[in-house]
Structures are given as C-alpha cells and as structure tokens.
C-alpha cells in the first residue's frame, strides 16, 4: 500500500548526501568562491565551474576560522565572494 502525502503525490524516501558534503576542486575548471547574501549575511563557500557558473556549495561560513578551515583544506590562496 501506498503512502500519499499531503498532496497525493508519494512519499518517498531520498538518500541524498548533505548540501555539504566534499567535493573534489579543480582549479583548471572550477574557482574558489564565497557566496554572500546580501539580506542575511549568511556565508557559503563552495566552487564555481568556469564553463557555465554552476556553483557547488561546501562548506557554511560562520567565522573567519571557517573560512581559514576551506582554504586550507581546498590549498585555495584567496576566494572571490559574490553577492
């Protein structure tokens, strides 16, 4: 037997790694990037494909020792932050 969510359409379970998890960073295709929100302030760091400006989030920012942690861990010497 089915399961219908509130709308009808079926529940189903998604096994979907975190918005957050890893991934692998080339610099020869992607770029290193924070993105800002102008309205929140809320920060995330993730990587930008050069080819069609998808962007790949990584890490959330709260401190500036985050931001230290994704350099270090990516070996990215600076990062744009867009808005």
Do not use: W
């Not at 998604?14 to 929140?40: L, M, Q, W």
């Amino acid at each position: 037997m089915k399961k219908h969510g509130i709308f009808g359409f079926d529940k189903q379970k998604k096994s979907h790694g975190s918005r957050f998890d890893a991934s692998p960073f080339n610099p020869e295709t992607h770029y290193a990037v924070i993105r800002s929100s102008i309205c929140t302030g809320e920060k995330v760091a993730g990587f930008k494909d050069k080819r069609d400006g998808r962007f790949t989030e990584v890490m959330l920012i709260r401190t500036p020792k985050d931001e230290q942690e994704f350099k270090e861990r990516y070996n990215v010497d600076s990062l744009r932050t867009e808005y």
